[in-house]
């Protein structure tokens, strides 16, 4: 499927949404630890504490609510991506033991108003 943004402008776009979704997960009292994990399995947005939960981070966003939902949009293929990338950051930095964990989803539908923000806590099973 082609995308009819161009690749930087796509990047530029998700820089501008997560930041959105920190400023969001913060005034709800979550911390940032890092941003865009990147391992060979893939890649996790955010990766938060919440108290004594590390929290891994999905962001989506849908401009046009005619498509498919921010949700929806995250694929099994993502799904199995995501949990492989949040256990391999447990593994890498020991943690496997340490610290319970989450997958959370981030939903911004339609724009940058944070009452469009849809969190869902536990969007996917690791």
Not at 100 to 117: A, K, L, T, V, Y
Request: aromatic content about 8%; some cysteine.
């Amino acid at each position: 499927m082609k995308h009819p943004i161009p690749p930087t402008s796509r990047r530029a776009a998700g820089t501008e949404f997560e930041s959105l979704a920190i400023d969001y997960l913060c005034r709800n009292g979550l911390t940032l630890i890092t941003r865009n994990y990147h391992c060979r399995y893939g890649e996790i947005d955010l990766i938060m504490n919440d108290k004594k939960t590390l929290v891994f981070v999905e962001v989506r966003f849908r401009s046009d609510a005619g498509f498919v939902s921010p949700q929806e949009s995250i694929t099994p293929v993502k799904m199995k991506r995501i949990v492989r990338t949040a256990r391999h950051y447990l593994h890498r930095y020991k943690l496997t033991e340490k610290v319970s964990s989450r997958i959370d989803f981030i939903g911004i539908d339609g724009g940058c108003q944070p009452e469009r923000i849809n969190w869902v806590r536990n969007a996917i099973s690791a």
